[in-house]
């Protein structure tokens, strides 16, 4: 069965120092990965995914994610965090083989930038 | 940025009665639309996908004599609790799928606040 991971209940930074947000999943085959995030009182915002291709990912507000095959990982990074990126943070994950599969998500990660 | 609405924004209602939930793209097309559901403690799950003029296809696990979804125009996809009961409050979003030249993202609604008492 396939698995996400989010191991931080809640990640705080500094204004202006990068941020990392941890992802780790588990699937049988090809993951295809997302990241999500909530923002309060704002709704739910796509923020990138990785199917194929390029290991690194480019996605909106100046994040990126690294998907690491032989860790499993997708960590969310940014260089320099703003106050505005304060929010809840989803991964999820979908396994490419075999047809179509569930998507599941992380619990979510809480990042609080302080000023 | 597209925008997508979702109504009503909440209901409460009466165990064993039905909902229906609307999720409309305002400013674009939508050929696919999502369901999630959020439940207290803000894990998320997607319930369905749903594509224009066909069948939902469900999430494994998601009843779908229970949570019947009909997109039935390019900008409009409606979510029905069908004989809801108390398990079923929770927070409902949709989102609308855009796929053009170089991008593919989604779009997401404000969410609807489902109460069934």
């Known amino acids: 069965a396939q698995s996400v991971a989010q191991p931080e209940d809640q990640v705080n930074v500094a204004e202006g120092n990068p941020l990392t947000v941890k992802c780790t999943y588990s699937?049988?085959?090809?993951?295809?990965l997302f990241w999500y995030v909530q923002y309060p009182n704002r709704g739910l915002q796509f923020l990138l995914k990785?199917?194929?291709?390029?290991?690194l990912v480019k996605g909106s507000y100046g994040f990126e994610a690294e998907f690491n095959k032989s860790q499993t990982s997708f960590h969310l990074k940014k260089p320099s965090a703003l106050v505005s990126d304060s929010a809840l943070y989803f991964c999820?994950?979908?396994?490419?083989?075999?047809?179509?599969?569930?998507?599941?998500f992380g619990i979510g990660t809480k990042l609080q930038v302080i000023p | 940025g597209a925008v997508v609405s979702q109504h009503p924004s909440r209901v409460i209602c009466k165990s064993g009665t039905s909902v229906k939930i609307e999720c409309r793209s305002l400013?674009?097309?939508?050929?696919?639309m999502f369901w999630y559901r959020q439940f207290p403690k803000k894990s998320l799950m997607l319930m369905a996908t749903?594509?224009?003029?066909?069948?939902?296809?469900?999430e494994q696990g998601v009843e779908k004599d229970k949570f019947l979804i009909n997109h039935a125009s390019l900008t409009l996809s409606t979510l029905t609790v069908t004989s809801a009961h108390p398990e079923d409050s929770s927070f409902y979003i949709c989102?609308?799928?855009?796929?053009?030249?170089?991008?593919?993202?989604?779009?997401f609604g404000p969410g609807t606040r489902l109460t069934v008492l």
């Open positions: 989102s609308a799928r855009v796929k053009a030249l170089g991008t593919d993202t989604q779009y």
């Open positions: 999820a994950v979908r396994d490419g083989y075999g047809g179509y599969q569930k998507v599941t």
């Open positions: 749903s594509n224009e003029g066909s069948k939902a296809t469900y």
């Open positions: 400013d674009f097309q939508a050929t696919t």
């Open positions: 699937v049988s085959g090809n993951p295809y």
């Open positions: 990785y199917i194929t291709g390029d290991n």
